[in-house]
């Protein structure tokens, strides 16, 4: 299974970061590239503890959906609504400069793989607490669902 602790797995979502454009169009949901870019770097913020998020979990979401979402080798399902504070449309951050935003998440993607890192790992929103391993698969699988989207 692909997770950013491996580095080359983590150089591969690096890789394709680098191929997303300003122009580049999604293949499904509401989020522009742009709007994208700023979710990724609000849920990377939640996880590291630099910007909150109100915990939205259930035992169903921290036992079942966790376990499938990180271990079933299938593509995460498109239109699962993210929490208020890492959508740009509601209370996210919200785009600005493309270039900038993109720097920013490289930064923030480069941090949350980093080991050792000069942070502890905050709940997940829905998920709970979760294991370095499960943040560096969940970390994995987020950027690619997103650049999956952007065809990417």
């Given at each position: 299974m692909k997770t950013l602790a491996n580095a080359q797995d983590k150089e591969e979502i690096e890789r394709r970061l680098r191929t997303?454009?300003?122009?580049?169009?999604?293949?499904?949901?509401?989020?522009?590239v742009a709007e994208m870019i700023c979710h990724s770097s609000d849920a990377f913020r939640v996880c590291?503890?630099?910007?909150?998020?109100k915990d939205v979990s259930s035992l169903f979401t921290r036992t079942l959906m966790k376990w499938?979402?990180?271990s079933v080798p299938t593509k995460w399902p498109h239109g699962v609504k993210t929490v208020p504070e890492c959508d740009p449309r509601r209370e996210g951050s919200a785009p600005s400069d493309f270039g900038h935003d993109m720097?920013?998440?490289?930064?923030?993607?480069g941090q949350f793989a980093r080991e050792p890192r000069g942070f502890e790992f905050q709940p997940h929103p829905m998920f709970g607490q979760m294991t370095y391993d499960e943040w560096m698969r969940w970390g994995y699988l987020h950027m690619d669902h997103h650049l999956r989207q952007f065809g990417a």
């Open positions: 997303i454009r300003p122009n580049s169009q999604r293949r499904w949901g509401k989020m522009t590291m503890g630099e910007k909150s998020a499938a979402a990180l720097r920013d998440l490289r930064e923030l993607l």
